[in-house]
Antibody, heavy 121, light 110 residues
Framework: QVQLVESGGGVVQPGRSLRLSCAAS????????MHWVRQAPGRGLEWVAV????????YYADSVRGRFTISRDNSKNTLYLQLNSLRAEDTAVYYC??????????????WGQGTLVTVSS | QTVVTQEPSFSVSPGGTVTLTCGLS?????????PSWYQQTPGQPPRTLIF???IRSSGVPGRFSGSILGDKAALTITGAQADDESDYYC??????????FGGGTKLTVL
């Protein structure tokens, strides 16, 4: 079955960087777009970024554009999110999600358990 | 910037029917927004219920259905059960690769 396991979260100081990973299994990773979605403590879901199945198309929420970078390695079945210039408001659980199909127009369908990022001095 | 709107809270009696909606601060939701619905309980990741307006995700009970009602996307729960008490989120595709979640609806079954 589809399995998504996020890692790389932790406590980081404002202005520093972090890289999240999402290891995928149970499906043909290269055939699906992938999303990152986050949820601040006690708040709702916020879409962060999406990448197409071949990695050629990437889109970001306004709140992270220019600071975060989504990427993927289809040979390793792994999705990444590079978080730079972190701010306190980036504190959240970060979920990776497999889309329903290959393009960035495809919705999140399967979700990982999430990894917590805490930005604090 | 367009905001995706949801009812902050809703309540339904066990066995009853409830319709949650997902709208836009400006304009109407259509199938071109590929509305999707997610259920989340505290401490758990979201669970996909409905995608592309009305397609039920694998394993989702038939009492959950999605549609367009007027100018909004809608999630209807028919025959609500106690374990349907959750937060429900919709997401819409805004074009140019951008997705936006609604603020969520807290559903109480009592």
């Amino acid at each position: 079955q589809v399995q998504l396991v996020e890692s790389g979260g932790g406590v980081v100081q404002p202005g520093r960087s972090l890289r999240l990973s999402c290891a995928a299994s149970g499906f043909s990773f290269s055939g699906y777009a992938m999303h990152w979605v986050r949820q601040a403590p006690g708040r709702g879901l916020e879409w962060v970024a999406v990448i197409s199945s071949d990695g050629n198309n990437k889109y970001y929420a306004d709140s992270v554009r220019g600071r975060f970078t989504i990427s993927r390695d289809n040979s390793k079945n792994t999705l990444y999110l590079q978080l730079n210039s972190l701010r306190a408001e980036d504190t959240a659980v970060y979920y990776c999600a497999r889309a329903s199909c290959l393009s960035t127009v495809c919705q999140s369908l399967y979700w990982g358990q999430g990894t917590l990022v805490t930005v604090s001095s | 910037q367009t905001v995706v709107t949801q009812e902050p809270s809703f309540s339904v009696s066990p066995g009853g029917t409830v319709t949650l909606t997902c709208g836009l601060s400006s304009g109407s939701v259509s199938t071109s927004y590929y509305p999707s619905w997610y259920q989340q309980t505290p401490g758990q990741p979201p669970r996909t219920l409905i995608f592309s307006t009305s397609i039920r995700s694998s394993g989702v009970p038939g009492r959950f259905s999605g549609s367009i009602l007027g100018d909004k996307a809608a999630l209807t729960i028919t025959g609500a059960q106690a374990d349907d008490e959750s937060d429900y989120y919709c997401v819409l595709y805004m074009g140019s690769g951008i997705w936006v979640f609604g603020g969520g609806t807290k559903l109480t079954v009592l």
